[in-house]
């Protein structure tokens, strides 16, 4: 089974009045890269969350971001019941010593006024919450990964029918040029001594050089491995890419081995079928 690099995945933590959301997005890249948004976490919780995506998403560039939902979130609340106690002391110290201490003092240097900051989730909570996500996020890489399977099958499918189709032509145009050059080589020797044995190596040597027969079974070998890679259940992407490129090479040979102008019709499908191939490779693990 094939996955997509692309997903998102979300989670959420209750702490008392406190509620913190989770969102993991991951989009394609060559390898794996995690960058953390919102709220501080303590490094060894990072380290815990980083180790978790490297087990389960293996490439993409992973965004996750941890924000807290409350709705007083940074708003300036007033301590009444210190500034009740504080005013009490203050009552004291002038009637003792005499000495009257007005109210800006005490707001300055006691924290009476302060941001409403939630607490952090605990690491348990944390980590739940960020393996609720993952899941999410894996069960769509797999959805779209069904998507892409689909599409790269049909693509296959067509490139191994071409394929076919051009194996033939080639094979009827072998014929054809070797009864061609048979011809033209005992005209060139009209009223000479005419060598059967030379003219069959002479003939065959020539064949020889449009002769695409490796070529064909070397692609057809490939894509019975492309297809074992597509079913399996592990990262394949980069192996995929270099099947591709493999068979490029091939489809390239056999175009500069076979000029016929219909078969150079049949080379430009398979190489366009392949590029379109190769785009979706780039989306998957």
């Not at 380290?47 to 939902?69: A, M, V, W």
């Amino acid at each position: 089974m094939i996955k997509s690099m692309t997903g998102f995945g979300v989670g959420a933590i209750s702490t008392g009045s406190d509620r913190y959301n989770i969102e993991i997005r991951s989009v394609n890249a060559r390898f794996l890269d995690i960058k953390f948004k919102g709220i501080q976490l303590d490094l060894l919780v990072e380290d815990e969350i980083r180790n978790l995506i490297k087990n389960k998403l293996h490439r993409g560039t992973i965004y996750i971001r941890i924000e807290s939902d409350v709705k007083n979130k940074n708003k300036v609340i007033f301590d009444q019941e210190k500034y009740e106690l504080l005013k009490a002391i203050l009552r004291d110290i002038n009637v003792k010593y005499g000495q009257p201490l007005n109210i800006s003092d005490i707001i300055s240097s006691n924290d009476l006024l302060k941001l409403n900051e939630p607490k952090t989730p605990n690491k348990k909570e944390i980590i739940k919450n960020v393996e609720i996500a993952l899941k999410q996020l894996d069960r769509m890489r797999e959805t779209e990964g069904t998507k892409i399977l689909e599409d790269i099958m049909a693509r296959i499918n067509q490139i191994t029918t071409t394929l076919g189709l051009l194996e033939k032509k080639v094979h009827s145009y072998k014929n054809e040029k070797h009864n061609m050059l048979r011809s033209k080589i005992k005209d060139l020797l009209v009223g000479q001594d005419l060598d059967e044995s030379r003219l069959i190596q002479e003939v065959a040597y020539y064949s020889e050089k449009m002769d695409v027969t490796e070529e064909i079974v070397r692609c057809k070998s490939h894509f019975t491995q492309l297809l074992s890679y597509l079913d399996v259940n592990e990262p394949v992407g980069k192996r995929i890419n270099f099947l591709l490129q493999e068979i490029g090479r091939e489809i390239n040979t056999i175009g500069s081995k076979s000029p016929q102008a219909d078969l150079t019709i049949d080379i430009v499908e398979i190489k366009d079928e392949l590029e379109k191939i190769r785009e979706q490779i780039q989306n998957i693990l």
